[in-house]
C-alpha cells in the first residue's frame, strides 16, 4: 500500500524557518518524481515545488516561494524535504506531498498527482 | 500561465441525479487535465486523468470528457459520499500544474 506520511509543520513566526518532511512507503521511492502542493484555509490548491528522479534531481519552484523554499530528497531514506525559510503570513497553509505518474503522449511527458499525504499544517504568525 | 476557471463554484444536486462540472483552460492543454475530489479535512484523490481515463479504483459513475480548452466531469447519479470539492489541474505545460479554484458540490 502506498503511503505518505509529512511532518514538520507548526507555528513560526514570520521570517522564521521550517522544515518539513515526508516519508514514503509502499512503492520504489526513486523511481518517481515528487511534489509539494499547498491549501491555504478556505482555499483551493497551490503547487508549490517538484523534484525529478536521479541524484541530482531537477527541481522547480512556485514563483510564490522562489528563492525561500528548497524542496531535496533522499531516496536511502524514502524521504521527501521542503525546506522553507524567510517565511510569511501568505505561507500559511497545509501542505501536501504527493507522487506524481508520468503519461507518456504525443512524445512527451505528462505528471499527475496519484498519491497524497495526509498534509501537515504551517501556521506563519506572530 | 495558464489560467483554470472551474463553473459553478457551488452546485446543488440531490442524491442520485447527475451533476455536471466545467473547467476552462485559457489555451490550449490538449487531453492533460485531471480531476481531483476533496473531502473537508482530507487530502485530494485523484479521479481522472488525461481528461478522460479513470484512476484506479474509481466508480465508473465519473466520467471525465473535452479537450483543448472544455472539460466536463460528470457524476451519473450523486451517492453521498461524492458530496465534495472538485478540482481540476491542467498537465500540459509543467511546470506548474496550475488548479482550478474548485468547485463545491453540496447537498441540494
Known amino acids: 500500500e502506498v503511503q505518505l506520511v509529512e511532518s514538520g509543520g507548526g507555528l513560526v513566526q514570520p521570517g522564521g524557518s521550517q522544515r518539513l518532511s515526508c516519508v514514503a512507503s509502499?512503492?520504489?521511492?526513486?523511481?518517481?518524481?515528487m511534489i509539494w502542493v499547498r491549501q491555504a484555509p478556505g482555499k483551493g490548491l497551490e503547487w508549490v515545488s517538484s523534484?525529478?528522479?536521479?541524484?541530482?534531481?531537477?527541481?522547480y519552484y512556485a514563483d510564490s516561494v522562489k528563492g525561500r523554499f528548497t524542496i531535496s530528497r533522499d531516496n536511502t531514506k524514502n524521504s521527501l524535504y521542503l525546506q522553507m525559510n524567510s517565511l510569511r503570513a501568505e505561507d500559511t497553509a497545509v501542505y501536501y506531498c504527493?507522487?506524481?505518474?508520468?503519461?507518456?503522449?504525443?512524445?512527451?511527458?505528462?505528471?499527475?498527482?496519484?498519491?497524497w499525504g495526509q498534509g501537515t499544517l504551517v501556521t506563519v504568525s506572530s | 500561465e495558464i489560467v483554470m476557471t472551474q463553473s459553478p463554484a457551488t452546485l446543488s444536486v440531490s442524491p442520485g441525479e447527475r451533476a455536471t462540472l466545467s473547467c476552462r483552460a485559457s489555451?490550449?492543454?490538449?487531453?492533460?487535465l485531471a480531476w481531483y475530489q476533496q473531502k473537508p479535512g482530507q487530502a485530494p484523490r485523484l479521479l481522472i486523468y488525461?481528461?478522460?481515463t479513470r484512476a484506479t479504483g474509481i466508480p465508473a459513475r465519473f466520467s471525465g470528457s473535452g479537450s483543448g480548452t472544455e472539460f466536463t466531469l460528470t457524476i451519473s447519479s450523486l451517492q453521498s459520499e461524492d458530496f465534495a470539492v472538485y478540482y481540476c489541474?491542467?498537465?500540459?505545460?509543467?511546470?506548474?500544474?496550475?488548479f482550478g479554484q474548485g468547485t463545491k458540490v453540496e447537498i441540494k
Open positions: 504527493a507522487r506524481a505518474f508520468k503519461v507518456y503522449s504525443g512524445g512527451y511527458y505528462y505528471r499527475y498527482f496519484d498519491y
Open positions: 509502499g512503492f520504489t521511492f526513486s523511481d518517481y518524481e
Open positions: 523534484i525529478s528522479t536521479g541524484i541530482t534531481g531537477i527541481m
Open positions: 489555451q490550449s492543454v490538449s487531453s492533460n
Open positions: 488525461g481528461a478522460s
Open positions: 489541474q491542467q498537465c500540459n505545460t509543467w511546470p506548474p500544474g496550475t
